[in-house]
């Protein structure tokens, strides 16, 4: 076998087609239709995808679909120009939909928030005016470390409507990892909240962002939202209260006229190898593809109350809390704090309260819901609910029957979506009226993903076989590249596979041409749907002062999907205690996050290793997940050292 054919282990012979009732009233409800507009955008993607962005406000045509001709740089829209703050909130002023709820917000102590198109239009045009009066301005790069309150999607469309690109550092990453995106994306100002709630306690996030800019001269202004009212300290010059700074403000702001390439915004992702990657979107083709993927995977109706429990500072709340289903006018629920704060029904609750239509979420908190019982669900009417979905890693059958029947009452159809932070927008997907779905499988791709599954060499694996899943046309919501570094993109991307964008997941495609994911073939965990590079969490643990070397590798878990196991090999006399774990877990916490942390942590006196010193990954792996190694390990240096990691090494 060799490296890219992976051995697939899963079967699953059920099928879900959509039931009549849903079918008749959704958007696409039959397969010749799905067949006829995939074979389109497939292969005349230039009339597809021209007709869909004509549904956008151009503030100037286009006058080509597709440059393509220096791949991988694609360009789309050519020649076009539009502002994506006006595409989600202006053209919604003169449409009908000026008085309809935009926001419907909910805090994590209960309190609320709605914002119609026409308040949140204005909210924008002032958070925008007050920033342009700190001299943002076009082509500048702003951090933005929010709690999930209503100004943070504000604070991401003001950005836009100004023309300056928003680089959102999700609230849970610690200062230093702020620190790395700000000074990388050369970010001139941080808009940040005195604090957020989470988990019933104050999240002290200006307190970071102190420490995170510290010293950092690019940063000219953070601004504050007051939202926890706890202590903050305060730097006179740079800081300013948002509710200060939006008091004298006009209510009008013209929208900037943007290219279609110019860039919207940077999201740092984790690689298998280097510091975190600035993920470049611009504006056209991003529009574009959140717009049509909102609409058609969501199958969104107008009276729908849709809700994405993801936070902003990730790609699915960028591209399906903000960007898409704003463009598509819909009414977007946004809710502070943990799915478990107060009590274990509160994402139920809140369905109930604000009767949610359409819920989109991760696999792990599903499994998390599982586990706590069908109790807390049951406690509340879930009836409002029409269509599911899951999104950030692969869900086992298990969980998506659970979803299915406790959550959605055998009557939701669920949409597993595939996409990445890379792509932009959704590539893999059941559409809710159309496809079949078999629990696991993220079915079929959507229009323009022409979606295989390869070898290294670039030819296409037939039916059932394990290989990398690849891409091999240009998309609109494709990423333009790395922050500051065009050969990364390169090789990162487009490189594996000859001709085709891959981007390390492996996946087989069944016998009905569906797609199943079977997890990362490079070396990045993939933790509660977060992608976290192993590396980075190596490199964190190496910078203690006494840990010598570190690999890090994961282990399968019922409830985050994968766990982070950590085996340290520490320096001369130090002894291994429980402190000096707390103390090396709260050390990744502080270079990376919280999340970070590893769920296992073992001390070894040696790695195993190849004869020519590279550490051997698939036997931790074997270790970390407690099952006997059936690979070669001719190559290992020592032997014993496996056989005392596998007597826990301690
Ligand atoms: O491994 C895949 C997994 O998440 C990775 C992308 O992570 P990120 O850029 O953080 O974006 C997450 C949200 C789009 C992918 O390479 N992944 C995402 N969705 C799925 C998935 N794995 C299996 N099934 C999915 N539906």
Not at 170 to 176: D, E, L, P, T
Request: charged letters at 25%; one cysteine or more; aromatic letters at 10%.
């Amino acid at each position: 076998m060799t490296e890219s054919e992976i051995e697939s282990v899963l079967h699953e012979d059920r099928q879900f087609p959509p039931s009549e009732a849903f079918r008749k009233l959704s958007r696409l409800s039959s397969e010749a239709e799905y067949q006829k507009l995939y074979r389109e955008s497939i292969d005349s993607p230039e009339t597809f995808w021209g007709r869909v962005a004509l549904e956008l406000p151009w503030m100037q045509d286009f006058d080509q679909v597709l440059d393509w001709s220096n791949a991988p740089f694609a360009k789309w829209f050519v020649g076009g120009k539009l502002n994506a703050s006006a595409v989600c909130l202006d053209q919604h002023l003169s449409n009908g939909r000026a008085d309809k709820t935009a926001i419907l917000w909910e805090g994590e102590p209960g309190d609320t928030q709605t914002y119609t198109y026409k308040e949140l239009h204005a909210a924008v045009c002032r958070f925008a005016n007050a920033l342009k009066a700190r001299g943002v301005k076009k082509g500048d790069r702003v951090a933005i470390y929010m709690p999930m309150i209503p100004e943070l999607a504000m604070a991401v469309l003001a950005c836009a409507r100004i023309g300056a690109a928003h680089s959102v550092v999700f609230g849970g990453f610690s200062a230093q990892a702020l620190r790395d995106r700000v000074e990388d994306g050369g970010c001139t100002a941080v808009i940040t909240a005195d604090g957020g709630w989470r988990r019933g306690k104050v999240l002290p996030l200006k307190q970071e962002v102190d420490a995170g800019v510290e010293g950092i001269d690019s940063v000219h202004t953070v601004m504050v939202v007051r939202r926890t009212e706890n202590e903050v300290t305060w730097k006179a010059g740079r800081d300013v209260w948002y509710h200060e700074a939006i008091q004298d403000v006009s209510e009008d702001c013209e929208p900037e006229p943007m290219d279609s390439e110019d860039v919207l915004f940077l999201l740092y992702t984790s690689g298998s190898t280097g510091k975190p990657k600035g993920i470049v979107h611009t504006t056209g083709g991003y529009m574009v593809g959140t717009y049509l993927t909102t609409q058609y995977v969501f199958d969104l109706q107008e009276d729908d109350v849709y809700w994405c429990t993801a936070d902003v500072g990730w790609i699915t709340g960028h591209s399906y809390i903000v960007y898409g289903p704003m463009a598509n006018g819909a009414t977007v629920m946004m809710y502070e704090g943990a799915p478990t704060t107060p009590h274990a029904g509160r994402f139920w609750e809140l369905c109930e309260k604000h009767k949610v239509t359409i819920f989109y979420t991760a696999p792990t908190a599903i499994r998390t819901f599982m586990r706590l019982g069908d109790e807390h669900p049951e406690r509340f009417d879930l009836s409002s609910l029409r269509l599911l979905g899951t999104v950030g890693e692969a869900i086992n059958p298990e969980a998506w029957m659970w979803y299915r029947k406790v959550i959605g009452g055998d009557r939701c159809p669920i949409v597993d979506t595939w996409w990445q932070t890379e792509t932009g927008g959704i590539m893999l997907t059941p559409l809710p009226g159309v496809t079949a779905t078999k629990p696991g499988s993220a079915t079929r791709p959507f229009f323009g993903v022409d979606a295989a599954i390869l070898a290294e060499d670039g030819t296409e694996l037939g039916p059932n076989k394990g290989g990398l899943l690849c891409i091999r046309k240009p998309w609109p919501a494709m990423l333009r590249g790395i922050w500051g570094d065009k050969q990364r993109y390169v090789d990162t991307y487009w490189s594996d596979v000859k001709g085709a964008y891959f981007a390390g997941d492996g996946a087989r495609r069944d016998e009905d041409g569906y797609f199943w994911i079977m997890g990362r073939v490079d070396d990045v965990i993939n933790v509660s749907g977060h992608r976290l590079s192993t590396m980075e969490v190596e490199s964190s643990l190496v910078s203690h002062p006494k840990v010598c070397e570190a690999a890090v590798v994961a282990r399968p878990d019922e409830i985050t999907g994968q766990a982070i196991c950590a085996f340290v090999t520490l320096g001369k006399d130090v002894e291994v205690t429980d402190a000096l774990r707390t103390e090396l877990n709260a050390h990744v916490a502080k270079e990376i996050g919280k999340l970070a942390r590893p769920a296992d942590m073992r001390f070894t006196d040696a790695l195993p290793k190849t004869r020519s010193g590279k550490i051997m990954r698939r036997l931790l792996r074997d270790v970390a997940a407690g099952v006997e190694s059936s690979g070669d390990t001719s190559t290992l240096e020592d032997f014993t050292v496996l056989a005392k990691l596998r007597g826990d090494g301690e």
